[in-house]
């Protein structure tokens, strides 16, 4: 079980930092990841940290993900938000060997996943 936070309404420009953190301790995932999801949209990937931090290229440059292993934490500071940032922010778990070797995009390989936080960025 993950519990994602930190999600709030900002203006373009901002910057917010989420959280999240699992609930229950597990066996280290092979792999954390953020997708996100706006309305009438599928989720989409975007950022993961596994054999090495990888970004979706709308994020790369603006976003950050880090993980705290000994709190069981991930997190993604997002900096320079833009309007088309705006979505339900969920966090993931994977231990799949093929997120590890470089399937990071594919959601179907994350096997837990946070209830979602809302980022809204107003222009």
């Known amino acids: 079980q993950l519990q994602a936070s930190g999600g709030g309404l900002v203006q373009a420009g901002d910057s917010l930092s989420l959280s999240c953190t699992a609930l229950?301790?597990?066996?280290?995932?092979?792999?954390w990841g953020w997708f996100r999801q706006a309305p009438g949209t599928e989720r989409e990937f975007v950022a993961a940290?596994?054999?090495?931090?990888k970004y979706a290229d709308p994020v790369k440059g603006r976003f950050t993900i880090s993980r705290d292993n000994a709190k069981d934490t991930v997190y993604l500071q997002m900096n320079s938000l833009r309007v088309e940032d705006s979505a339900v922010y969920y966090c993931a778990t994977s231990y799949s060997h093929r997120v590890w070797r470089g399937d990071y995009r594919n959601r179907d390989l994350y096997d837990s996943w946070g209830q979602g936080t809302l980022v809204t960025v107003s222009s």
């Open positions: 229950v301790r597990t066996p280290k995932p092979f792999a």
């Open positions: 940290d596994a054999a090495s931090t």
